[in-house]
């Protein structure tokens, strides 16, 4: 168990309106922050108030990328409580990441311990408008003072927190996609199954020009052929053809195992739902949607939860989903996914995990 130390702000921010948070733009008064140092292990575990980080310009994370990020959600529920939705998910993921870029594991109960702690100590920042929640974010970086490709010796692990409304401004509303055949967003044994801020880096290019056309994000095909699907922006991708739900397998390690994507697995499978996991070439999206067997399609992730698709362009050739409206699964995952997180239904898979 962590023996964490504690450093109450002096200066508490004002709370922004939770009728206009958006995503990503305002952050709580604390956070929790934690050093490593090769032969001494973790040490200092402290929330602080929220600050600038100083680092030294040779700081091996600036020049050769050397770190990890996660993403999970702190809700409220309605007679004040509060969850997380499957924590232990995101540290086991930090730490299938950390183990690919070199970095030190985290001790799973530890980590927990200090997402609820520093999110126990700014909940009154846990917004409780309908549709919003608190963002957390733990991410390490590496911080060894030298230019030279190696693997750092020391880190600083870090958790910020912020609340935050729909990630995109559409809501629940459809969005439309375009396929990049262009750009690659990861390749088999490169660090797509990771979730580090390169990958996120290098299809900002793709995104821009999605931007340009009047898109919201881009499908992301294989690195190798151009040919198979792997992801939707930042998501995993479903797609609804002819009653079975299809989703890209995770065998190949180059897309992200999402806690969101397990989650509606698991939902699907309980409904009696037939759900295949494989490698999905988009021609046979394509010919499903000639066929009119293409019944709908969406995006899963903690940021969205459900990003129902509305429209599919393929070099001009624009495929229209559902009439551009959400379709039956995805509504209902949506539905039972956010009714689960904010303890409006039951939970009979024990996910949700109390402050």
């Avoid at 992801?231 to 299809?246: L, P, R, S, T, Y």
């Amino acid at each position: 168990m962590l023996n964490i130390r504690y450093e109450q702000t002096q200066n508490k921010k004002d709370k922004p309106d939770q009728s206009k948070l958006g995503f990503g733009n305002y952050f709580t008064d604390h956070m929790f922050v934690m050093n490593y140092k090769e032969g001494q292990g973790w040490f200092d575990p402290r929330i602080i108030p929220y600050q600038k980080v100083a680092l030294d310009p040779s700081a091996m994370v600036f020049h050769y990328g050397q770190e990890m990020f996660e993403g999970l959600k702190a809700y409220k529920t309605q007679n004040g409580e509060i969850l997380l939705f499957r924590p232990e998910k995101n540290v086991e993921r930090m730490n299938s990441t950390n183990l690919r870029m070199c970095m030190p594991q985290l001790d799973i109960e530890d980590t927990l311990q200090a997402i609820k702690a520093v999110v126990d100590y700014d909940k009154d920042w846990v917004p409780e408008l309908e549709g919003t929640s608190l963002y957390i974010r733990p991410f390490m970086i590496a911080t060894d003072e030298f230019l030279g490709v190696a693997i750092s010796k020391t880190y600083l692990f870090i958790i910020i927190l912020s609340p935050v409304g729909a990630y995109y401004a559409t809501g629940i509303n459809p969005v439309k996609i375009y396929i990049e055949d262009e750009y690659t967003r990861a390749v088999r044994g490169g660090t797509g199954f990771a979730k580090v801020g390169g990958n996120y880096a290098a299809s900002l290019i793709a995104q821009k020009k999605a931007y340009e056309l009047g898109y919201a994000q881009v499908l992301w095909l294989d690195g190798i052929e151009h040919k198979y699907i792997d992801e939707v922006g930042a998501m995993n991708v479903f797609f609804v053809i002819d009653g079975e739900v299809i989703t890209p397998t995770l065998s190949e390690g180059n897309i992200l195992p999402g806690v969101t994507r397990s989650s509606c697995i698991e939902l699907l499978k309980s409904w009696g739902v037939k759900v295949t996991e494989r490698k999905l070439a988009f021609e046979e999206v394509v010919e499903a949607s000639k066929a009119g067997k293409l019944n709908e399609s969406f995006g899963t992730g903690t940021a969205a939860v459900i990003s129902p698709i509305g429209e599919l362009n393929n070099k001009g050739d624009k495929m229209i989903l559902n009439n551009g409206e959400i379709g039956p699964i995805s509504k209902k995952l949506y539905d039972n996914l956010t009714g689960i997180q904010w303890g409006k239904i039951a939970d009979p898979f024990g996910w949700s995990v109390k402050i």
